[in-house]
């Protein structure tokens, strides 16, 4: 017999059973209510805001299907006469499940210590946590201030119909805890993404007079070429942020990544188009335009040697964005209070190579701490994603002994 009888168990159960994968991004406002109705319970005032979809079909590129409506919980509790402010929060969202599960990935399945479940590690395993410390937090009468919750959706789009509209539309904080990272770690920042496309154009003639014409796949490997070479020197580029040991690099480091290619048209043709997807990585110390400068300058210098290469570049708009705070902020030090005091050691404070929605708090001025209940090998993004009971329970203890501490009574 497993006992499941936990809160974090029973809204995880709950929560892995919808199904929120995005794209399409459907049957939002069913798993934030799964939350909300207990927290109304606990005594807090809950909302649902909708995002206009405008925000994000203006934010995502290609061909992304969106369905259903862009929807996030803001549930706030306040006592006593403080006017602090922390805001939690986790998103709902997951990615698609993708093949070779040997589980349903929609239902829980519970092996040992282990959960299975879409989204049980990223990110509804800490949706489940923090509403359950939320919930214990509304029974004791140990705070002063005003406790936001909020779970957001289209993290796993680039959060700007999520926690970045909220933010961007009144949400403010005095401190926060985003609970879309590690266990293992106390997190103080993140690495941002930039996505490009090179288009490259050549002149279509038949391959047995293939001297006729340009051939784009042949130019194209230049630019691969060049862009590899760029990703070896931004390989020597090293943040002074601390990065999770897991990640076999000691410092937080960019990359860039030739992801996609396409082009080619039939085995006669001299191919006149091929196009390649570019992912680039940003440390904290990197900002946007100084990347998009570099980009361009090494296609600019492999054009200047090569004047038949024809290209044209799209820059994705820029959804996550890479960001730092201080590890001397209040937050911080709390979270790594707690997060001793449930470990039994001492934390491991870093930043993180993947991008998370905390970059649009920090941005507005708001120190935010990320922490979370995943940990290297539970397939984050794979088939058969779990999570550990006891990482839930952990992290749900961490977040409320931080928000005990941040929300003091005088
Ligand atoms: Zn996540």
């Given at each position: 017999?497993?006992?499941?009888?936990?809160?974090?168990?029973?809204?995880?159960?709950?929560?892995?059973?919808?199904?929120?994968?995005?794209?399409?991004?459907?049957?939002?406002?069913?798993?934030?209510?799964?939350?909300?109705?207990?927290?109304?319970?606990?005594?807090?005032?809950?909302?649902?805001?909708?995002?206009?979809?405008?925000?994000?079909?203006?934010?995502?590129?290609?061909?992304?299907?969106?369905?259903?409506?862009?929807?996030?919980?803001v549930?706030?509790?306040?006592?006593?006469?403080?006017?602090?402010?922390?805001?939690?929060?986790?998103?709902?969202?997951?990615?698609?499940?993708?093949?070779?599960?040997?589980?349903?990935?929609?239902?829980?399945?519970?092996?040992?210590?282990?959960?299975?479940?879409?989204?049980?590690?990223?990110?509804?395993?800490?949706?489940?946590?923090?509403?359950?410390?939320?919930?214990?937090l509304?029974?004791?009468?140990?705070?002063?201030?005003?406790?936001?919750?909020?779970?957001?959706?289209?993290?796993?789009?680039?959060?700007?119909?999520?926690?970045?509209?909220?933010?961007?539309?009144?949400?403010?904080?005095?401190?926060?805890?985003?609970?879309?990272?590690?266990?293992?770690?106390?997190?103080?920042?993140?690495?941002?993404c930039?996505?490009?496309?090179?288009?490259?154009?050549g002149?279509?003639?038949?391959?047995?007079?293939?001297?006729?014409?340009?051939?784009?796949?042949?130019?194209a490997?230049?630019?691969?070429?060049?862009?590899?070479?760029?990703?070896?020197?931004?390989?020597?580029?090293?943040?002074?942020?601390?990065?999770?040991?897991?990640?076999?690099?000691?410092?937080?480091?960019?990359?860039?990544?030739?992801?996609?290619?396409?082009g080619?048209?039939k085995?006669?043709?001299?191919?006149?188009?091929?196009?390649?997807?570019?992912?680039?990585?940003?440390?904290?110390?990197?900002?946007?335009?100084?990347?998009?400068?570099?980009?361009?300058g090494?296609?600019?210098?492999?054009?200047?040697?090569?004047?038949?290469?024809?290209?044209?570049?799209?820059?994705?708009?820029?959804?996550?964005?890479?960001?730092?705070?201080?590890?001397?902020?209040?937050?911080?030090?709390?979270?790594?209070s707690?997060?001793?005091?449930?470990?039994?050691?001492?934390?491991?404070?870093?930043?993180?190579?993947?991008?998370?929605?905390?970059?649009?708090?920090?941005?507005?001025?708001?120190?935010?701490?990320?922490?979370?209940?995943?940990?290297?090998?539970?397939?984050?993004?794979?088939?058969?994603?779990?999570?550990?009971?006891?990482?839930?329970?952990?992290?749900?203890?961490?977040?409320?002994?931080?928000?005990?501490?941040?929300?003091?009574?005088?």
């Amino acid at each position: 017999m497993s006992q499941t009888n936990s809160l974090e168990e029973a809204v995880l159960r709950e929560l892995i059973g919808v199904d929120t994968s995005v794209p399409p991004g459907r049957n939002y406002l069913e798993a934030l209510k799964v939350a909300g109705e207990r927290l109304e319970a606990a005594g807090f005032s809950v909302e649902y805001p909708v995002t206009p979809i405008s925000v994000v079909k203006s934010r995502v590129h290609g061909n992304v299907v969106l369905e259903g409506e862009r929807v996030n919980m803001v549930a706030r509790i306040v006592r006593g006469e403080s006017k602090r402010r922390l805001l939690l929060n986790a998103h709902i969202d997951v990615v698609p499940p993708g093949p070779n599960w040997s589980r349903d990935p929609f239902r829980l399945s519970v092996e040992g210590e282990k959960l299975f479940g879409r989204g049980a590690s990223d990110n509804k395993g800490s949706v489940a946590a923090i509403t359950a410390a939320a919930t214990r937090l509304a029974f004791s009468t140990g705070f002063e201030g005003e406790l936001i919750v909020a779970f957001t959706c289209d993290e796993e789009i680039g959060g700007r119909s999520g926690l970045g509209y909220l933010v961007e539309n009144g949400l403010k904080a005095d401190a926060a805890i985003v609970g879309d990272g590690s266990i293992r770690t106390v997190g103080i920042a993140a690495n941002g993404c930039m996505r490009f496309d090179v288009r490259v154009r050549g002149q279509a003639a038949h391959s047995s007079r293939n001297w006729l014409g340009v051939n784009a796949v042949e130019k194209a490997a230049l630019v691969v070429d060049a862009l590899a070479q760029l990703n070896r020197r931004l390989g020597e580029r090293r943040s002074s942020v601390p990065a999770d040991p897991d990640s076999g690099v000691d410092y937080l480091r960019p990359s860039l990544t030739v992801a996609m290619i396409r082009g080619g048209v039939k085995e006669n043709v001299v191919p006149p188009l091929c196009e390649i997807t570019v992912d680039r990585r940003l440390i904290p110390e990197e900002t946007w335009e100084e990347a998009k400068a570099e980009v361009l300058g090494v296609l600019e210098a492999l054009k200047s040697k090569d004047p038949k290469l024809d290209y044209e570049v799209e820059f994705e708009p820029q959804n996550h964005f890479s960001y730092k705070v201080s590890p001397n902020e209040e937050i911080v030090q709390l979270y790594a209070s707690s997060w001793s005091r449930v470990m039994g050691r001492e934390p491991l404070i870093v930043g993180g190579l993947g991008c998370v929605d905390a970059c649009y708090l920090a941005a507005k001025g708001i120190p935010v701490v990320t922490g979370g209940v995943s940990r290297t090998g539970n397939n984050v993004h794979a088939n058969d994603e779990f999570v550990l009971r006891s990482d839930i329970k952990s992290f749900s203890k961490i977040v409320e002994l931080t928000a005990l501490n941040y929300l003091k009574r005088a």
